[in-house]
């Protein structure tokens, strides 16, 4: 018997946590292929949503101490579309 292990993504943005999950919202049910996932359950801080075989897929988002949003995706098979996901939010400006 194998053993899979999720994989857990990060990114830093811009965006505050409730902007990142409603633009999660927006990607992952508008994709009309394999890898569309629908909302199973969501909070202040998370979606969760299950897509093709039942396969669930976390996004959270968080404040982090520096002003920029700490966002974390979790899944056995939907990581490139997580990366494809991150590469949609605004960056985080480079200090001066």
Do not use: C, K, W
């Not at 018997?1 to 409730?18: D, F, G, K, V």
């Not at 909070?43 to 039942?54: D, E, F, K, L």
Request: hydrophobic share 40%.
């Amino acid at each position: 018997m194998t053993t899979q292990r999720r994989t857990l993504l990060e990114h830093r943005t811009s965006l505050a946590p409730s902007s990142v999950l409603d633009s999660a919202r927006e990607f992952f049910s508008r994709r009309n292929t394999l890898y569309a996932a629908f909302i199973e359950q969501e909070g202040p801080t998370h979606v969760s949503m299950r897509g093709q075989g039942g396969e669930e897929l976390v996004i959270a988002a968080t404040a982090a101490p520096d002003g920029s949003t700490l966002v974390t995706g979790s899944s056995y098979l939907f990581d490139a579309q997580i990366a494809r996901f991150f590469a949609t939010l605004p960056p985080l400006q480079a200090s001066a």
